[in-house]
């Protein structure tokens, strides 16, 4: 099946990563040199040298810039409300294509599945690629779809509201998946199509944001669950998640995991305005349907190798 330029935009919000998004654009040069697919750029503030780069180096990738940041997700909804393509491709700027000639899977897939409204890539996390890069999954709906790479059915973006910028960052892929379930779209897992997300996992919970990714976490999860969960459920379930944050973290010496926990409530009670405004509750039926979803596919491992 021919794949025409005007099916595909490839999507990259960044911000200070210069080094990450050289490496992720030369993995879509021979996209670029063939035309097979077009790109925009969001730099979201950088004071690397990122736009004068690109746009010195890649006169064919169309960037834009924010002089002062305004956030992933600002820049994530500018660039799909911007795209004219069927198709757009979202990857992180530390996150590479593997998969040679992956558009065509990715179109004939969308064909012959007109009720697929996002796939999500296979997606290895980790800064060295493993030499077993064969998968024997299948394909098949799933709950929800990792941010770092994943494709849009531009159709099926235009039917859901943009991504909640209030989010700030994590849950935004989740608030997409649920709105397209309400407005009877899927999102499909598609493992024929490998993308190398080039982070060290381990490492995180060292790192000086630690803390910070922890309560923007635990709170996304929190207003997913008021915005789309059955009222009756959100009491036990809101009291059991606080409650494994306590025992596998807090009640273990975890003293950054307290602090993100008592940030993370804080930022629901402050938020709960917009909890009420935005809710698009599932009925019963609808979350016992949605729950027998597969869950999302988020952390690749060959079978042969212990996941991390």
């Known amino acids: 099946m021919k794949v025409i330029k005007s099916d595909f935009t490839i999507l990259i919000a960044t911000k200070n990563r210069f080094d990450d998004l050289v490496v992720t654009l030369k993995s879509i040069e021979g ?22 780069f690109i746009s010195k180096n890649y006169p064919t990738i169309l960037i ?3 002089q002062v940041s305004k956030g992933y997700l ?17 990857l992180d700027d530390d996150a590479h294509i593997v998969t040679e000639n992956p558009l065509e899977s990715i179109k004939n897939y969308f064909d012959v599945n007109p009720n697929c409204g996002v796939i999500a890539a296979r997606i290895f996390w980790g800064l060295e690629l493993p030499n077993n890069n064969v998968s024997k999954e299948s394909t098949m709906p799933v709950q929800s779809f990792v941010g770092c790479a994943h494709v849009w059915r531009m159709k099926a973006w235009h039917d859901i509201p943009n991504y909640p910028e209030w989010f700030v960052f ?9 709105q397209l379930f309400k407005q009877n779209w899927s999102v499909h897992y598609l493992p024929q199509v490998l993308v190398q997300h080039r982070v060290d996992v381990k ?17 996304s999860g929190w207003y997913l669950l008021f915005l789309f969960t059955p009222l009756q459920f959100i009491p036990r379930k809101l009291a059991y ?18 602090q993100a926990l008592m940030g993370a409530l804080v930022d629901l009670i402050v938020h709960i305005p ?12 609808e979350w016992k349907t949605y729950q027998e979803l597969e869950k999302s596919k988020i952390y690749w491992q060959p079978q042969n190798e212990k996941n991390t």
């Open 274 to 285: 917009k909890l009420i405004k935005f809710r698009n509750g599932l009925t019963v039926k």
């Open 203 to 219: 490492s995180r919970k060292v790192n000086s944001d630690y803390t910070i990714r922890l309560r923007r976490s635990l709170r």
């Open 170 to 178: 994590y849950g935004e892929e989740d608030f997409a998946s649920y």
């Open 241 to 258: 998640s606080v409650y494994i944050q306590l025992k596998s973290k807090v009640f273990k010496g975890d003293i950054k995991a307290l």
């Open 74 to 90: 600002y820049c994530r909804n500018v660039l799909l409300n911007q795209t004219t393509t069927k198709y757009a491709i979202s």
């Open 31 to 52: 996209l670029l040199r063939n035309q097979s697919a077009e790109c925009r750029i969001f730099d979201d503030g950088s004071t690397d040298g990122t736009f004068e």
């Open 64 to 66: 834009q810039r924010n």
